[in-house]
């Protein structure tokens, strides 16, 4: 009898679930997303948070709470909208239609002197003239940009180090090289570093990026990079 009461309880579940998908629509899948692609960013979030209760409530009253939320959201829109308008002083529809047009016009010339501005920032880099070309040429044919360029608001990148002519560099391999450019180190330093951080290696039998930062004391994000480059190429081990 029991194993009997098991195999009910199994078959009331699956019918159970079977009804839920039948009811909610969930049977075509495909459809279904495209109707939740319908709503808004902060409407679909809402839908996918309150999809676990729709086995609760019918599937009438969860399509009429989702609605009824989308219709707010709306409504909040159009009366931010207006507040802009009014605080604009402006009072009548078509007023409003050359409000709307004088903003986008403004808005087309920011982002024109802000592009403008990224040439002006990038200019003597010849590299990363290329790359804004490449990032416009995409933009201009309609496809997203494949390069993706540093913030404005940030401070700008300092090129790499040019270590011609400096003493040390022809101790160095290729890829001590290129740390050095990108660090921007010297290789005379380099080597200091590099020889400490070995010994002391040596001695502990491995090293922890805290005791390297404590050795060397330079910039700690110059020193992480050291760190863990000489990790990656196999010089010192991890304690």
């Known amino acids: 009898m029991a194993v009997v009461d098991i195999y009910h309880s199994r078959l009331k579940e699956r019918q159970r679930r079977k009804k839920i998908i039948r009811d909610h629509g969930l049977i075509n899948l495909r459809k279904f997303q495209l109707m939740e692609r319908r709503y808004p960013k902060e409407v679909q979030d809402l839908y996918e948070t309150m999809r676990r209760f729709a086995r609760i409530v019918g599937p009438v009253e969860h399509d009429k709470f989702i609605e009824s939320h989308a219709l707010e959201f709306e409504l909040r829109r159009e009366i931010k909208r207006l507040q802009e308008y009014r605080t604009a002083g402006i009072t009548n ?49 309609g496809l997203s ?66 005791q390297a930062r404590a050795l060397i004391k330079i910039d700690v994000n110059k020193t992480r990079k050291i760190y863990d480059f000489l990790i990656r190429e196999g010089y010192i081990t991890k304690a």
Not at 119 to 128: G, K, M, N, R, T
Not at 164 to 191: D, F, I
Request: a positive charge; aromatic letters at 6%; proline letters at 5%.
């Open 145 to 210: 940009p494949s390069v993706p360029m540093a913030s404005n608001s940030g401070r700008r990148s300092a090129p790499p180090l040019n270590l011609t002519g400096l003493p040390g560099t022809e101790k160095l391999n290729e890829k001590e090289k290129e740390l050095c450019q990108m660090v921007r180190l010297v290789p005379g330093a380099y080597l200091e570093y590099k020889s400490a951080l070995l010994n002391e290696c040596n001695k502990q039998g491995g090293l922890r990026l805290a």
């Open 93 to 141: 529809f078509c007023s409003a239609r050359t409000y709307d047009h004088l903003k986008k016009t403004r808005e087309e010339e920011r982002l024109k002197r802000t592009m403008l501005s990224e040439v002006l920032q990038y200019i003597q880099d010849s590299s990363a003239c290329q790359q804004w070309l490449r990032r416009q040429a995409d933009i201009d044919s």
